[in-house]
């Protein structure tokens, strides 16, 4: 395909994006006010309490919800272009994997998301609200800041889950190797603990529930990355026994 093939290629695909994109948004828009119900409501179990400060605050807070949402309602379609797109340039190994990366990545980022919501985020907004326990501040929050703070989490968690995704991906198309993960083991476990300590309240409990699946998954990255590895110098084989195969029988 020429250049002027390949840019037309990616108007179009982009204007498929650019529609779908716009799309989502305006249906999320429409349910803005619920998201902010079920986020708040988090909050309010544990006694704070939310305000706006700006007029446009509240339009801001539904605008940004609206963006996420409509980014993960339309992320099937995005990466299916964009594989489109890819795919006459990549060889067959690439092909299969992309193909498989792309579910599983979306499964891995949405159950980041899920152990955020029920595990992580509880922890920390129970910690965080018991400092006014003993004092008469009340805890009013800017729904904009706290909007923020919530949808961070979100994809903090839900990039970290992705890793035996990537590992497994970037093995397959030569990348990485298992040795690399194993060698690094004891430095990555630091800095899970690291990351746990930043992300969860200063108690064992708390810091043990953020940073075990952290480590968790980066065994099981290493676990995925050697059988991806595995089967990598294995298919040679495999295709030149079939290629026997076909030139014995053509013979």
């Not at 992320?75 to 890819?86: G, H, K, Q």
Request: aromatic share 10%; glycine share 8%; hydrophobic share 55%.
């Amino acid at each position: 395909m020429s250049l002027a093939g390949h840019l037309g290629e990616l108007r179009k695909r982009a204007a498929v994006c650019a529609a779908a994109l716009a799309l989502c948004f305006l249906v999320c828009l429409g349910f803005a006010g619920p998201l902010v119900n079920a986020l708040t409501g988090l909050g309010r179990a544990y006694g704070y309490r939310f305000v706006y400060l700006a007029p446009q605050e509240l339009l801001l807070v539904y605008c940004n919800l609206a963006l996420t949402g409509a980014l993960a309602l339309s992320f099937p379609v995005l990466a299916c272009e964009l594989y489109a797109f890819c795919r006459p340039g990549l060889r067959p190994r690439e092909r299969r994997a992309a193909a498989l990366a792309l579910p599983a990545g979306t499964l891995c980022f949405l159950l980041g998301a899920a152990f955020a919501r029920f595990v992580t985020l509880p922890l920390m907004l129970r910690f965080l609200i018991g400092f006014s326990a003993a004092t008469d501040v009340a805890a009013s929050i800017r729904i904009q800041e706290y909007v923020s703070f919530l949808l961070t989490v979100f994809v903090i968690f839900g990039a970290v889950f992705e890793l035996p995704v990537v590992s497994v991906l970037l093995t397959a198309l030569g990348v990485l190797k298992a040795a690399w993960l194993a060698k690094g083991r004891r430095a990555v476990i630091v800095l899970c603990f690291v990351l746990g300590a930043l992300l969860t309240p200063p108690d064992v409990v708390s810091q043990l529930m953020a940073a075990v699946p952290m480590i968790g998954l980066y065994e099981l990255s290493i676990l995925l990355s050697r059988l991806a590895g595995r089967a990598k110098r294995e298919r040679p084989a495999a295709d030149g026994e079939q290629a026997a195969r076909r030139r014995r029988g053509n013979e």
